[in-house]
């Protein structure tokens, strides 16, 4: 009983660990043990400065702005850094540059909710209500193997590109989900729409993939990224995939590979930053080049060490 209790709260600790490389895992070992131990925050030395936020800059696509902090301290100050040199830059007042916000992600114009997912255990099928461009619709009979279980939990993404809307359906946490694309006409036309079945392959649709999460699914259709909640115990709240997606004989084959965890996306950059939980280190996945950098700044003496990382679309970080 006691193993399988520890499993089971060591499990999000787990998945978190095969997102991390080698290099920083072996380096924040005893980071992961006390999250996965306490599930809290480990105490920093007093003195020590680390990276607790990440802003875009106006006039460079390859300059960030960093905000440093010190543990024990209320000093707050800014310095840019380079993405292709990896090199600190000045020291700035925070308010003093101009800032460009990240992506969210793809706006939906037909303004896409799914409100309910209502299972029928007597006939192993799912009712779903949907308001779409202002008209509440009701999509019903989606064949479903669990209608019966107890607490069933959904997530769902609008791709513009395809004028479809997925749905994704499980009844826990640690299962993975039921995908279904519902596709229409067009964005502004909800006559005609059909359901069709998805094949989900990839590493992000496995047990790391948290439809209890209020996390909201985040589309950038123009770089193939999607980005996804997290099942992690006080670690990043979601993980950002590669995609491709192929429509055969009315069923899609979505494929979707994890490539960082964490991650804001700078779309015009074409780049996801990643910056840890409190720490002095860097990830920087490009999406054309499909190599990710680390970067482990020495926030006193401006010294950078850099590690590369190549991912295939085939492959999840390990």
């Given at each position: 009983?006691?193993?399988?209790?520890?499993?089971?709260?060591?499990?999000?600790?787990?998945?978190?660990?095969?997102?991390?490389?080698?290099?920083?895992?072996?380096?924040?070992?005893?980071?992961?043990?006390?999250?996965?131990?306490?599930?809290?925050?480990?105490?920093?030395?007093?003195?020590?400065?680390?990276?607790?936020?990440?802003?875009?800059?106006?006039?460079?696509?390859?300059?960030?702005?960093?905000?440093?902090?010190?543990?024990?301290?209320?000093?707050?100050y800014c310095?840019?850094?380079n993405a292709?040199?990896?090199?600190?830059?000045?020291?700035?007042?925070?308010?003093?540059?101009?800032?460009?916000?990240?992506?969210?992600?793809?706006?939906?114009?037909?303004?896409?909710?799914?409100?309910?997912?209502?299972?029928?255990?007597?006939?192993?099928?799912?009712?779903?209500?949907?308001?779409?461009?202002?008209?509440?619709?009701?999509?019903?009979?989606?064949?479903?193997?669990?209608?019966?279980?107890?607490?069933?939990?959904?997530?769902?993404?609008?791709?513009?590109?395809?004028?479809?809307?997925?749905?994704?359906?499980?009844?826990?946490?640690?299962?993975?989900?039921?995908?279904?694309?519902?596709?229409?006409?067009?964005?502004?036309?909800?006559?005609?729409?059909?359901?069709?079945?998805?094949?989900?392959?990839?590493n992000a649709?496995?047990?790391?993939?948290?439809?209890?999460?209020?996390?909201?699914?985040?589309?950038?259709?123009?770089?193939?990224?999607?980005?996804?909640?997290?099942?992690?115990?006080?670690?990043?709240?979601?993980?950002?995939?590669?995609?491709?997606?192929?429509?055969?004989?009315?069923?899609?084959?979505?494929?979707?590979?994890?490539?960082?965890?964490?991650?804001?996306?700078?779309?015009?950059?074409?780049?996801?930053?990643?910056?840890?939980?409190?720490?002095?280190?860097?990830?920087?996945?490009?999406?054309?080049?499909?190599?990710?950098?680390?970067?482990?700044?020495?926030?006193?003496?401006?010294?950078?060490?850099?590690?590369?990382?190549?991912?295939?679309?085939?492959?999840?970080?390990?």
């Amino acid at each position: 009983q006691f193993l399988l209790f520890y499993f089971w709260k060591s499990w999000p600790c787990v998945i978190m660990s095969s997102f991390i490389s080698l290099p920083l895992f072996t380096a924040t070992a005893a980071f992961l043990a006390h999250i996965c131990n306490s599930c809290s925050l480990p105490p920093l030395d007093v003195g020590t400065k680390f990276i607790s936020g990440v802003q875009l800059l106006n006039d460079s696509l390859d300059d960030v702005l960093l905000t440093i902090r010190t543990e024990g301290s209320s000093n707050v100050y800014c310095q840019t850094w380079n993405a292709i040199t990896g090199t600190l830059g000045s020291v700035t007042e925070c308010d003093a540059v101009g800032i460009r916000a990240w992506n969210d992600g793809d706006t939906d114009p037909s303004g896409t909710v799914i409100s309910t997912v209502v299972p029928d255990a007597d006939n192993d099928v799912l009712t779903v209500a949907m308001n779409r461009n202002g008209e509440q619709l009701t999509i019903a009979n989606l064949s479903y193997a669990n209608a019966s279980a107890v607490g069933l939990e959904f997530k769902y993404w609008t791709m513009n590109e395809l004028n479809a809307t997925f749905l994704a359906v499980s009844y826990e946490m640690y299962s993975v989900p039921t995908i279904y694309g519902i596709q229409f006409a067009s964005l502004n036309n909800n006559d005609n729409y059909e359901v069709l079945n998805v094949s989900a392959t990839g590493n992000a649709f496995d047990a790391s993939f948290d439809v209890t999460s209020s996390f909201e699914i985040a589309v950038f259709g123009s770089l193939n990224l999607i980005q996804f909640p997290l099942v992690c115990c006080l670690c990043y709240d979601s993980f950002v995939a590669q995609y491709e997606l192929q429509q055969v004989s009315g069923q899609y084959t979505f494929t979707a590979n994890s490539v960082i965890s964490g991650g804001s996306v700078d779309v015009v950059a074409q780049r996801i930053y990643e910056w840890g939980l409190r720490g002095n280190a860097l990830r920087v996945y490009d999406v054309n080049s499909g190599e990710i950098e680390t970067y482990v700044l020495d926030l006193d003496t401006a010294a950078t060490i850099s590690l590369t990382e190549t991912l295939s679309t085939a492959e999840t970080m390990s």
